[in-house]
């Protein structure tokens, strides 16, 4: 997309060049940390179905057979595999390379909105959640899981070293707590899973059928 700023580049390249290797460096997470989380979230998706940064397309196994799914994903060699992943599991998924920050969807085009170990790594997380909240349908669901600050101080304070270094390396974040700013958008949080010291969060959270715009909750 022409308008990335040069910042924006470099990250794409950066995931560009992880695509080969992300499901390897994963494996690991997914066994000691992340337990059941994707069957978890994304079995509770319905209808006409968005994943925001849909990566190498691990969640693609574990969404029921009925939803209409569309991935959406800005790195061009992390769609690649995910397309790979769809076509050997046989499951029909709509693959868009795009930008979380601007969605190229209308208004309430989605019964579900899922995002999984990904909204860590993005720029602007409020700008982000406002845009899955924009094409989410009145009444629609959110579904979230990622790591989190930890409820546990010393491990927040590790969480802060390796922001100084995987900020400016991946853009990647620890210790941010996006339920908390869905919930201050006026989403209603219907289920709630926070374990490894906190450091894994999840959650399902329905949109208010009268949504207020972000910023404009207190008005």
Known sequence: MSDFSPRDKRLRRYWDRQAGSYDRQMAV????????????????????????????????????GDVR????????????????????????????????????????????VVCT????????????????????????????????????????ALQGLLDAVTVPLAGEHFRRRPVSLVRAMGFTVERHDRFKLGVIERFAARKPVEHAAPGQENR
């Open 29 to 64: 997470a997914e066994r000691r940390f992340f337990g059941d989380t994707r069957s978890w979230l994304c079995g509770q998706a319905v209808g006409d179905t968005l994943e925001v940064a849909i990566g190498t397309g691990l969640n693609l196994a574990h969404y029921p």
């Open 69 to 112: 799914l569309t991935g959406v994903e800005w790195s061009d060699s992390l769609l690649a595999v995910a397309q790979r992943r769809a076509d050997d599991l046989g499951r029909a998924v709509d693959l868009r390379r795009g930008d979380a920050r601007a969605l190229r969807f209308a208004d309430g085009r989605f019964d579900t």
């Open 117 to 156: 170990f990904s909204l860590c790594a993005m720029s602007d997380e409020r700008v982000v959640l406002a845009e899955m909240a924009r094409v989410l349908r009145p009444g629609g669901l959110l579904l979230l899981a990622d790591h989190v600050a930890s409820s546990s101080w010393p491990v927040r």
